[in-house]
C-alpha cells in the first residue's frame, strides 16, 4: 500500500523554501523505484489536504493531472486509487449550514443511522436515511 497525505497541490505562498514541484517529482521516483522492489501497490491512497485553497478549477485538475501520472507510472489499475479529502478540498461556501446541523443532530439521537447508511450501496439512500435525500458534501473531488 502507498499513501500519501497532505499534498496541498496548488500552495501559492512564498514562505516556503521548497519547491512543491522537485518534491512531487521525488515522491514518484521513489514510488516507482519501491514499486520495482515490491510489485505495484495494492492501494494508493490519497489522503489529507489534496488541494490547498479550494479552488477547484485549478487545484484539483493539477492534483488530478499528477495523480494520474503517480497511478499510471506505478502500472496500478484506476481500481487501486482511493481519495479522501481532507478540510481543504471541500468548498465550505457551498455546505449548507442548516443540512450540517440536521445531520449532527440526526446522528446524536440515533447513531446506528450512520452506521445503516454506510450498509447501503446506493448514495440516494444513504442521503435519505441521514438527511431525507439531500446532499451530504456538495463540493468535493
Known sequence: MLQLSDLHIGRLET???YDQDTIREKLLDDSCKMAELLGPPDLILVTG???D???PTDEFWQAAAW???L???LNAGRDRLFLIPG????????LDPGLTREVQEALQRDP???DACLEDKSPSDQQSKICGGRPLLPTMI
Open 15 to 17: 514562505s516556503r523554501t
Open 49 to 51: 489536504d489534496i488541494s
Open 53 to 55: 485553497s479550494r479552488h
Open 67 to 69: 495523480i494520474t501520472r
Open 71 to 73: 497511478r499510471e507510472t
Open 87 to 94: 478540510n481543504h478540498d471541500v468548498n465550505a461556501k457551498a
Open 112 to 114: 446506528s443511522r450512520f
